[in-house]
């Protein structure tokens, strides 16, 4: 048994505390390394004085420990509607005998290391090339998607999602969660990949769908 199939054959309360101490970890170097004071004044520097935004900034900073108490229920969201979404597959395709609920919990849980490693690309890419950046800037960029090809004032609002969307993490995203169940259950290889792409890819497309409903909403 390699690595990596000992990694998905893990309890899921193993799993999703390694993801949970990932994600805390991460947003704590994202806070304390990318994000200071230059950065935010860079970012509202046209509409507060220095001294202002770092009066702002000390106070947004004294209210982070919020993040971290909502990222916990925030990801457990997360994890069981994208699971719910391809266990519907599963059902759907008549494997609901060979593979469970839980197990597709599991495998959504391990494969979020994919994005995880988006993060981390991230936060090393503004830390080692970026240079003089804002908020936005951190807001805008994405590793290894289409947003890329283009500046931070070429796109429109509505556009900057989904262009972040479509990225190399989803599609190794996708590999690694039917992997993961051709691993865990029962299922064959070809029948797990079919059932992720039928599930996984509608989701996605409805969920930018959704964002850019929101952010048309928003913008009336």
């Known amino acids: 048994m390699n690595i990596l199939t000992r990694y998905y054959n893990?309890?899921?309360l193993q799993l999703f505390s390694i993801i949970l101490v990932a994600n805390l970890l991460m947003i704590w170097l994202?806070?304390?390394v990318l994000i200071n004071e230059t950065v935010f004044y860079n970012t509202f520097s046209e509409q507060l004085s220095y001294d202002r935004s770092l009066k702002l900034f000390e106070s947004i900073r004294?209210?982070?420990?919020v993040g971290y108490v909502f990222t916990p229920f925030l990801l457990l969201l997360k994890f069981s509607a994208i699971s719910?979404?391809?266990?519907t597959g599963i059902i759907l395709s008549n494997n609901q005998e060979r593979v469970t609920l839980g197990s597709v919990f599991k495998v959504v849980i391990a494969s979020e290391i994919v994005f995880l490693l988006?993060?981390?690309l991230k936060l090393l890419w503004f830390y080692l090339f970026a240079g003089n950046y804002n908020?936005?800037?951190l807001g805008f960029f994405y590793p290894l998607s289409l947003i890329n090809f283009?500046?931070?004032g070429e796109v429109s609002k509505l556009w900057v999602f989904p262009l972040q969307a479509v990225n190399a993490f989803n599609i190794i995203y996708i590999f690694s969660v039917s992997y993961g169940l051709s691993r865990v259950t029962d299922l064959e290889k070809a029948n797990s990949d079919k059932v992720v792409l039928m599930t996984y890819i509608p989701a996605l497309t409805l969920w930018i769908a959704l964002i850019m409903f929101f952010s048309i909403d928003s913008s009336l």
């Open 10 to 12: 893990l309890k899921w």
């Open 30 to 32: 994202s806070k304390t």
């Open 62 to 65: 004294r209210l982070s420990w």
């Open 84 to 87: 719910l979404v391809i266990y």
């Open 118 to 120: 988006a993060g981390f």
């Open 135 to 137: 908020l936005t800037d």
């Open 150 to 152: 283009f500046k931070t």
